[in-house]
């Protein structure tokens, strides 16, 4: 069965950097493009990153791009996401996913906290 497995995240600073791992097994990773989306509480779900299959192509909402990098690793069955200049509004909940942003998506990873606070 395919299982997503998170880590990383945890508490930051603003202007600090965290760096979320999902591992990846039960399906041929390397085929499937790899996203991150996050939901903080009384907030929009929100698509943050994506990354094609073959990593030619990436995705990144407004409100990370420039500071947030999507990628991965086909010979780990990784999908990395590195938030650099963390801000408090990046306090979130954070999820990878198998496929596309703005797709149906059945397979989610478990979640991981993220908190930017001095």
């Known amino acids: 069965q395919v299982q997503l497995v998170q880590s990383g995240g945890g508490l930051a600073q603003p202007g600090g950097s965290l760096r979320l791992s999902c591992v990846a097994s039960g399906f041929t990773f390397s085929k499937y493009p790899m996203s991150w989306a996050r939901q903080a509480p009384g907030k929009e779900f929100e698509w943050v990153s994506g990354?094609?299959?073959?990593?030619?192509?990436?995705y990144y909402a407004d409100s990370v791009k420039g500071r947030f990098t999507i990628s991965r690793d086909n010979a780990k069955d990784t999908v990395y996401l590195q938030m650099d200049s963390l801000k408090p509004e990046d306090t979130s909940v954070y999820y990878c996913?198998?496929?596309?942003?703005?797709?149906?998506?059945?397979?989610w990873g478990q979640g991981t906290q993220v908190t930017v606070s001095s």
């Open positions: 990354i094609y299959a073959d990593g030619s192509d990436t």
């Open positions: 996913a198998k496929g596309w942003v703005h797709t149906l998506i059945d397979n």
